[in-house]
């Protein structure tokens, strides 16, 4: 519903949750998603009780990726029991529709089943819930912005795409609503091969360094491509869980120190 009288539309926040950050990014396919499951799991495991709320309505991934593919949430009378995995406690849109099926919904609808999935959900307390924001600067960004009142958003991009301003305008919507932007995280930063060691810089490394610096916001760290983050998003468990020892978990962990 429009605002009434030019005031600020009603916040639609779970009541026990403390801090809600958005991780989004430019565009898609920049690893938005693996950033904030591998995110959620480092907060996790610092002792806070974390959420992992998938906002990307039109592209859920927290389903696969958090290992609850064709799982269907609890739903007793109208609320709606989040499910659990790896200590987090996760709502997306994939619990509600087939996987094969195609999210063919117009922005009121998209605007209705987010708004529904902070309202009817059972959060419970938690100290964080982290948000994978579809891509880009759409409706879904402005209502979290405007309805959910965001602790900070993190900017995922990888060098390339932070040069061709698609992470810049991002960065430029939070800070046209008032969301503070607690960084930039560079990934795909640089591969290195595990046959010879050798370090390729894929695409461009320390792009999103330069722009934190130039558009004075923090830096949180980059993360390499690597096969094994793939698979193991892939296979349910990520990084950060599956292999904690791994210098890719440490990573992550570093970057979530900042936030
Ligand atoms: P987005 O949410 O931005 O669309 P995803 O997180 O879904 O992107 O990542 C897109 C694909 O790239 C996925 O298959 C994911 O496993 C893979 N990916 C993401 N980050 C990395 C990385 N650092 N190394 C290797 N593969 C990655």
Redesign the pocket.
């Known amino acids: 519903r429009p605002p009434q009288g030019g005031g600020r539309p009603p916040s639609i926040a779970p009541p026990g949750v403390r801090h809600i950050i958005a991780v989004a ?1 430019g565009k ?8 904030a499951a591998n995110l959620a799991l480092a907060l996790a495991g610092r002792g806070l009780r974390v959420g992992v709320f998938d906002a ?1 309505i039109y ?1 859920p ?1 927290m389903p696969r990726m958090l290992g609850l593919a064709g799982r269907r949430p609890e739903v007793e009378g109208d609320r709606i029991q989040p499910l659990e995995n790896h200590g987090l406690r996760i709502m997306s849109i994939g619990f509600m529709v087939n996987e094969e099926d195609p999210v063919v919904w117009r922005g009121p609808m998209v605007m209705g089943a987010l708004e529904q999935l902070l309202r009817d959900v059972d959060w419970g307390e938690l100290d964080v819930m982290v948000v ?1 924001m579809p ?1 880009g600067t759409g409706d879904t960004q402005l209502t979290m912005s405007q309805r959910v009142s965001l602790a900070g958003a993190v900017i ?1 991009s990888t060098p390339q795409d932070i040069a061709l301003l698609d992470a810049r305008k991002g960065l430029a919507m939070f800070r046209h609503v008032n969301v503070p932007v607690m960084g930039i995280v560079e ?2 930063s640089y591969y290195v091969c595990p046959n010879c060691g050798h370090r390729e810089e894929v695409f461009a490394h320390g792009g999103a360094r330069r722009a934190a610096e130039e558009l004075g916001c923090p830096f949180l760290g980059d ?5 094994r ?2 698979e193991t ?2 296979a349910g468990t990520p990084i950060v869980a599956a292999e904690p020892d791994s210098p890719h978990a440490a990573a992550y962990r570093s970057i979530a120190e900042r936030i």
């Open positions: 990014s898609g396919g920049v690893g938005k998603s693996t950033t990307d592209g991934s994978d891509p995922v990934n795909m993360v390499p491509l690597d096969i983050i793939r998003s892939d």
